[in-house]
C-alpha cells in the first residue's frame, strides 16, 4: 500500500508515527476536513498533472482551484490532469490519496502560493484515509519541491 511507501519515507526524517490513518474516507477535501476535524482550506491537495510527457504534482490549498490562464503561463501548455490510470502509474499513489511524499521518480512537485497563508497544512500520505499535519517549512523539507508557484484562484482573502 502506498501509505506503507510514505510511513517509509517519513521514517528517515522520525516521523513516520505522525502519519495519521482514519476509520473514515479523507479521500476529497471536505471528507478529509471531517476526519481531521478543521477547515477544508486548510487540507493540502495534490494536483496531478501531464506537462511535457511528465507527472507533475502542484500542492495547493483545499479552497483552491487552478487558474488556466496562470497555468499556462506558468508551464506553457494547457493545464491536463492525469487519468486516475496515470496518477497510479506515474506517481505511485491512487487518486484520493495522492501526496508529494515517497513519489515515483521523475514527479516534479510545485507548492502553490495559496498555502503560504497557513502555519500548518494536512496532506495525504498515500491512501484515501491518511493525512499528516506539517508546518509549512516542514511541507518545504519533506516534498522535495521545485519552487514556489501562482496557478490558482479563489482562495484570495
Request: aromatic share 10%.
Amino acid at each position: 500500500m502506498a501509505v506503507e511507501a510514505v510511513k517509509e519515507y517519513f521514517s528517515k526524517y522520525g516521523i513516520a508515527d505522525r502519519v495519521k490513518e482514519f476509520d473514515v474516507s479523507s479521500a476529497t477535501v471536505d471528507l478529509a476536513a471531517q476526519a481531521l476535524g478543521c477547515e477544508p482550506c486548510c487540507i493540502a491537495k495534490t494536483l496531478s498533472f501531464m506537462v511535457d510527457g511528465h507527472a507533475v504534482l502542484i500542492v495547493v490549498a483545499g479552497d483552491a482551484k487552478i487558474d488556466n490562464p496562470k497555468y499556462k503561463a506558468q508551464f506553457g501548455t494547457k493545464a491536463k490532469m492525469l487519468t486516475p490510470d496515470e496518477v497510479i502509474t506515474l506517481v505511485g499513489h491512487a487518486v484520493g490519496g495522492v501526496c508529494p511524499f515517497a513519489v515515483k521518480e521523475g514527479v516534479s512537485i510545485y507548492l502553490d502560493d495559496s498555502l503560504k497563508r497557513f502555519s500548518s497544512v494536512f496532506p495525504a500520505c498515500g491512501s484515501s484515509n491518511s493525512a499528516i499535519e506539517l508546518s509549512i517549512a516542514e511541507l518545504e523539507e519533506y516534498s522535495g519541491f521545485i519552487c514556489w508557484i501562482d496557478v490558482c484562484k479563489n482562495w484570495h482573502t
